[in-house]
C-alpha cells in the first residue's frame, strides 16, 4: 500500500480551495485533477488561470506551464514563465496534454514547504534525486 506524502493534505486542500474560489472552469479542474501527475502537484489560480506548483508554500515554483481561459470555451497553455509561450488548445483535454508533456523531471509529489526550501532539498540530494 502507497503511503501518501506528508504534503498529501496540503496539496489536497490546495484543489479544494482552487475548486471553492470559481475562478477557473470546472471541466478543467476536473480533468487536471483526474490527471494523476498533476493532482500531486499543489494548485492554484490567477485571473482564471490553473497554475501548478511543485511546492506547497507561497510564492510557489514557476517551472511549469499553466492554463489560460480563451474564449469561446477554448484555452491558451504558457509558461512556465509568463513571457513563455506553449500555444492554443481546442479543449481542456488538449491543454491538460500539453502541460503534462512539460512537466520538469521528477516532478512532484509537491514539497510541504517553499521554494527556497524544495531548492535546497534538491542541492543537498544532487542530480539523482531530480531524476526520480
Do not use: K
Amino acid at each position: 500500500m502507497d503511503t501518501p506524502s506528508p504534503s498529501h493534505a496540503l496539496v489536497e486542500a490546495g484543489w479544494q480551495q482552487v475548486r471553492a474560489d470559481g475562478r477557473v472552469r470546472p471541466e478543467l479542474l476536473d480533468l487536471a485533477y483526474a490527471a494523476p501527475r498533476l493532482r500531486r502537484l499543489f494548485p492554484w489560480t490567477g485571473m482564471g488561470e490553473l497554475h501548478f506548483s511543485r511546492c506547497t508554500g507561497w510564492p510557489g515554483t514557476w517551472d511549469i506551464p499553466y492554463i489560460q481561459p480563451a474564449a469561446e470555451g477554448r484555452y491558451w497553455v504558457s509558461g512556465p514563465s509568463r513571457n513563455e509561450t506553449v500555444g492554443p488548445a481546442a479543449t481542456a483535454e488538449q491543454a491538460v496534454a500539453m502541460v503534462l508533456e512539460r512537466l520538469p523531471a521528477g516532478c512532484g509529489p509537491a514539497f510541504a514547504g517553499t521554494r527556497e526550501e524544495l531548492a535546497a532539498r534538491d542541492a543537498a540530494d544532487g542530480p539523482a534525486a531530480m531524476e526520480l
